[in-house]
């Protein structure tokens, strides 16, 4: 049996449907489930994602049976059309588009209006009546085909010129300046004609081809230059961001083309059935009258709002649909709720109505931020619409972040500066240094600087540098533009349509009214609101608590999670924010940060520089009340749930400073020579800190230190719980490699504990575990769990030291790495699964098999990614533990793994 | 039934024998052994091992029965030698000693002549009439157990006067020089009176008891010393060194005393089978007439030889054994003959003659220097007294490691300025700066300094300072002496009885002659022909393949052994001697070396300094032509073995110089502006180098350098295969971590070797593998094989991240951890097997289970470690590389693999 490559729909009837996404892509799928649905959609046909895959495993040939296949199609098409391509008097006319199986808005190639010849043409404008409208369409054609198909696709360089789109641009803008137009449209039929003549000169001698005017030879073209675009430089560099695997291919679907530019009876949108931006429940869109599709998208013209509701200050003056086009705009509504309900999620849809009569061309699920997300899941939800498991299912742990990004500070917001008002696309507070290139964005990113990135609109081509970005601003566009899809997409702080910045980039320069801004400039974005302001304003935590749907899905969430999300925290202060984000204790006290107070680094240094224990001892007397009083803050701030404090980790040659001069400042505080303060500098000195004189070898070496600090501790819980604090400190020590070694520091805990226990008179209950950080800890977990009672993986290090990779070093050749898919994510971002899981998961089948009820959890920056918190629900921990603001991303996450498990 | 813990021997019946070794430890087992051949031994009994172990456990008691059990055996001895413990007439006296499994020479305590009161000793002086020798065998006995049971065991601090034993020795020392004598023997039997009576009253004074006057009192006083010994400061020091388990315990020897110092019809020696220091099949020992068995071993008197043979230049003149007492001697070799006979192994004895009666004291295996344990080895299995497998496992690895110690350039030697012979007690030659006291060779070593330890004799005490000390120089003492002994058993280079030497400790100075050398003066040993000389003179590297005992030895343990040991070697030089040494290969040619030769590091430089791969490529075509003709070089000295090459490995920094100056030499060199050297060697500044921007990381980064690489390795292999050399190379990639990195280095390496060879038209194999010295290689090891066709084991590195220890910042916390028993031995020297060796065996196991056929090699310094060696047979390997000079080593470790596999 020969394959199906092509799959067609029309009139009511389709040989696909919505669940076929992998084998005729989004667009396609969701086009033949319309067409049953029995929405008005323009006939065509699907080529399959597999005659993608044929065609790059096969040098770019295509399946033998595709010709026929397509004819077929075809002629079904004409058949309903009642009207032949290539046709001199009534030609029917295809668009080209992509549509892979996840959406990748503008990165592969679209050829429209696929069926205009020197002959078709002449039948167009006599059977419309419009020879303009046939000679414009005409025009369109040759512009893009020769860009898209004949230049790119068959991999020519572009030239002196730039390249032929550039080149066609500048005949347009010669002929109009010759004709003093200032828009396309003042051009007449006879300018048309004339550029028309001279597109195809220009093609001739720039490309060494002829245009092609057989409508077959267009088609295939157009078929090939998409499916070509599949592994475009964009394309690729789209699909590394987002994760999407290179074979996956793209579909390609041929459909009969309708105008929404013919006329004022024409007009196109885009739309999403609810507001993208908040999730509320409004249909929300844009459209403008006699223009096509991409006009709107492009952000050229700034659109119209769908409907009344829709109007803000920036666009109130210009018509709605819904004013204009009552009965089409009524039963653009119903076809609104029609998907809604069908689908059960928005819907992105565009539309185009030709000469009266309204055709869908697209429906998908539509993007939104993370605030829509949360919104629109808690309302479908409460609507019935989903249950609560699909709620939390479509919010994604990442995007919940950007409910817990900052916001621009209120009070500094009303006495700044402000520059301008744009249209509020992406929202959240973001500052940053004026940058007016993608190029210049990325450069900056990659030296850790924080830049905005200032553009009149943004192109593919700069999606790397609106990564890069804290945040974006264009001048022109609209909601629906590609700045605001893409930084939607990402949760990232987006205003765009912000016309009153007139940008330079030569010059490197932004007016805005009155005032210049130059590049490296200062400026804050309220995103929320859409307002940019002069100068770096402070910034606010989010506070997603008074957020009721954040709430509803959160809850959700909690009840559907198994693993327990704790927080890394190090002050009263961070503990109680963490709580407040539904932290369930905490999982990495880090002491060491205590010791860099004002009143504590002299103490500290003093330990270090003492050349006896005695005056080490009284060096760490001093510290004894203060670190007491740290623990103390911490203990009532979790009151009722799990401390876990980490003994000093980091090596002693931090604590002292390297520069002259501020050894002379220690000299003098201290009372120590210099001479005798730099010999211990030296001596400190490591060549590999990293795998040096830290951690728990500090409390082999120096165990007067580790006393100390367990002392004060279980002293603290002791007082706490006197004071009805429900205490329950988990000791940690770090680093730990041995199980002798850990017996050695697990025994000197628990008889420090034991003897303040009975000094105190209070029986407080505490756990000693051990971070697994080191390669032969989690190798020989069975034997350190006979001594630990928990374990934390230190993923961080374990990371570092399973790779061979310094974190602080690898940005000399992780990049590259990452470029050649050598790892597929960073793997200081997300597990390692099949290196550092290895052994975490040996790690806790080992450990669990000494001691069966051992607790385990994690504390390196990967909790807090969604991808690591699965890994870490899948190998049964216990709990994951974050910084404070990704505490809510790990609830959800946690949450998603048993979704995911159920699957 | 009650335990035995008490083990009788006497009058030809024994209740052990020598196979209860680790029951009666060595001394009491052979005693047995001895007393049931027929040979005379004093009768006595032993306490078991169990008891000391039960001691320790119980909170140093002893077991219920033990009392009745040491009754009982004491009144058989009585019963053999018709004499009564504590009899005032004819009193029987006993020696308490340790035995430990494995003898631990000096390490513990020992008490003689138990039993002597006020009221014995009048006995035994009637007894013997011998009134002198009763007071002064007495005040001995004062002496040691005043020092050894009343003060050490019971833990008492020593005093002001710094412990009992020198108060009592300054007590004899007054007495002597009130009396004018210069020797003990010129005291009066009043003089010893009065020191009797002077030692109890100092005894009460300073410890605040009494002398005990009571038999069993002292007996069993003298039996806990002895237990508690077994845990000193000493013996767990030596058994750190030894690698003795301490829980092995020691067993105690309750033995009649025979006495050599009774007059001129006594003597005492001590004698050996064979000659310990040579090898040589002859009876060898030293006698004392008329003194105890301590005084020969401790070295105060200059023994006489046991026989005319043993006579040298030195001992001419003292009369040996065989001519003063023929009758005895001829009775002593009848015994030497049937030990050896009936222990099949060359046997330490120690002998007294009591009034012309001989009695044998102990037996056991004796020490001997490498040089020595390969001739007995090959002469005994020569004399068909022991079998192949049975004479190489009599050679441990780690002493053939002194038979390829240097030796002392002859050609120097004859013009060097002699400073003074003494007796050879260790072999090989040595230079360092004289120390003086063992405090300061233990801290001259640590910094890596070499230096001879010079005294006048040492004692058990000095044993780290010795072992730190590349040799040991005394003035008094014989090849019996402590530190005769303890040198030949680490087979260090070692002078003893250099009498021309006057030491001064407090000036720090050596007087020799007219001479006077300071501490830190250089000087040079032959310890094979016991000559000390002026200055630092070179040394020149064994020749074993001159002994035809070593080759005998070698060539039974590689028909043994199924390990390959190839080498790693950087040079033809190198490679050649380790040919010559035996190896099989090259398992690591490290390339990085290579660009240091002064012809080749400025266009290396040139190379990191270049800003475009147009620039590096440069510099590295001036480095193809050098690294083709390295490459030839190795190829033809390895003719006909394989050759494993390792691509470029250490980071960049390591090759630009990091001190202004050289960096203004290199801008010279290369033309390159001093600030642009600054900013790469800023650039390339790492935090921590040992995971940073190395290995095959710079292959991914920088490609074309290992392309030169390969390039010269193949080129050079085909030019050699052409003119008939037998050409085997293996290109290893260090530091995969990951398959896909290894595969895109692999798949280059190919792709260039194919080129080559099409081009040369010379098909060589060749095989590409990978190194494993990163824990995820291992952990991945089955992907990583389906790319690499072999795995060498960097071990080095693999300890360095598995254990997280710095090689070189671990000195701060390291030895602590060894001091602490945490390591048991230093795992950068020997495998950590529980950690790193199960990474190794996991990677064989799954990298064999991708590649059935995959070679494994370990090229990382454990290779020549005879323990390592033998873990890597165990676990499957094909080969050990190691230096050249430790191949023999590894040969002999991997024969003894196959022999501890059998058992």
Known sequence: MASKHVYFFGEGKADGNAGMKNLLGGKGANLAEMTSMGIPVPPGFTLTTGVCTYFYEHTRRYPRELKDQVAKALRRVERIMGKKFGDENDPLLFSVRSGARQSMPGMMETVLNIGLTTRTVKGIAARTGNERFAYDAYRRLMQMYSDVVMEKAAGIEPGEGRGIRIQLEHELARLKKKRGCRDDTELTVDDLKTLVDAYRKRIRKVLGKSFPDDPVRQLWGAIGAVFQSWNGRRAIAYRKIEGIPGDWGTAVNVQTMVFGNMGDKCAT???????????????????????????????IRTPNPLNRKGKTALTRHLLSLEEMMPKLYSQLVRIRNRLEKHYRDMQDVEFTIENGRLWMLQTRTGKRNGAAAVRMAAEMAAQKLIDARTAVSRVKPSQLDELLHPMVDLKAQRTACEIARGLPAGPGGASGQIVLTAEAAEESGKKGREVVLVRDETSPEDVAGMHAAQAILTAKGGMTSHAALVARGWGKCCIVGCGALDIDVKKGTVHAGSKTYRAGDWIT?????????????????????????????????????????????????????????????????????MFFGEDRINAMREMILAETLKGRKKALAKLFPLQKKDFSGIFKAMDGLPVTIRLLDPPLHEFVPKEKKEQQAVAAATGKSLAHIREVVARLHELNPMLGHRGCRLGITYPEVYEMQVRAIIDAACVAKRRKVKVMPEIMIPLAGKRKELAILVQMARSVC?????????????????????????????????????????????????LGFSRDDAGSFLPEYLQQGIYPADPFQTVDVEGVGQLMEMGIAKGRKARANLKVGICGEHGGDPDSVIFCHRIGMDYVSCSPFRVPVARLAAAHAVLEESQ
Chains 1, 2 share one sequence.
Not at 274 to 298: I, K, M, S
Not at 562 to 574: E, Q
Not at 764 to 781: D, F, S
């Open 754 to 802: 034991e003897e303040v226990i009975k000094k105190t008179g209070v029986r407080v209950k505490y756990l000693v575990g051990t971070m697994i950080e080191i390669p032969r800890a989690a190798l020989t977990a069975d034997q350190i769990a006979s001594v630990a009672e928990f374990f934390s993986f230190g993923t961080n290090d374990l990371t570092q030291m399973t």
């Open 269 to 299: 949108g885009v739309a999403f059935t609810r507001n993208p931006a908040t999730g509320e429940n409004t249909f929300y869109g844009e459209w403008l009258v006699n223009a096509q599709g991409e006009d709107v998208v492009a952000g």
């Open 525 to 593: 974005l309220n995103g929320t609101l859409g307002r940019v302001y002069e100068g770096r304003l402070p910034l606010v935590p989010a506070s997603p608590e008074k957020n009721r749907w954040y709430k509803q899905i959160m809850s959700y969430a909690d009840k559907i999670r198994r693993l327990k999300v704790r927080t890394n925290a190090d002050s009263p202060r961070d503990a109680r924010i963490a709580r407040k984000f539904g932290a369930q204790g905490i999982g990495l006290c880090r002491t060491e940060h």
